[in-house]
């Protein structure tokens, strides 16, 4: 059974940073986009940046373009969310979710992904 644990949430003062990480153990981590998504209080769970299994594509949602960064590294089954300038509208629980693909690929839709995270808090203060 595939599980996700993410870690690295917090509170931050409006254009700090913060990195998230996101570890899946139970199968081979090289096998699965990875994503994460982020849900505010009274709001649908939002696609936030994909990347493909083996690293070479990202994708993001266009708010995050050109402050946030997906990464990941196989060796250690994590993926990681680096997120700069962040704003009080960033506030949010993010959650890492897993897809397995037999091919590399974007995965953007919520419904597609087989596994998630338990999420972590971020909180972004003006």
């Known amino acids: 059974q595939v599980q996700l644990v993410e870690s690295g949430g917090g509170l931050v003062q409006a254009g700090g940073s913060l990195s998230l990480s996101c570890v899946l153990s139970g199968r081979s981590f090289s096998a699965y986009a990875m994503g994460w998504f982020r849900q505010a209080p009274g709001k649908e769970r939002e696609f936030v940046a994909t990347i493909t299994r083996n690293g070479d594509s990202t994708y993001y949602v266009d708010s995050a373009k050109g402050r946030f960064t997906i990464s990941r590294n196989n060796a250690k089954s994590t993926v990681y969310l680096q997120m700069n300038s962040l704003k009080p509208e960033d506030t949010a629980v993010y959650y890492c979710?897993?897809?397995?693909?037999?091919?590399?690929?974007?995965?953007?839709?919520?419904?597609?992904?087989?596994?998630w995270g338990q999420g972590t808090q971020v909180t972004v203060s003006s």
């Open positions: 979710a897993a897809k397995l693909t037999v091919a590399p690929r974007i995965v953007t839709t919520y419904s597609a992904y087989d596994y």
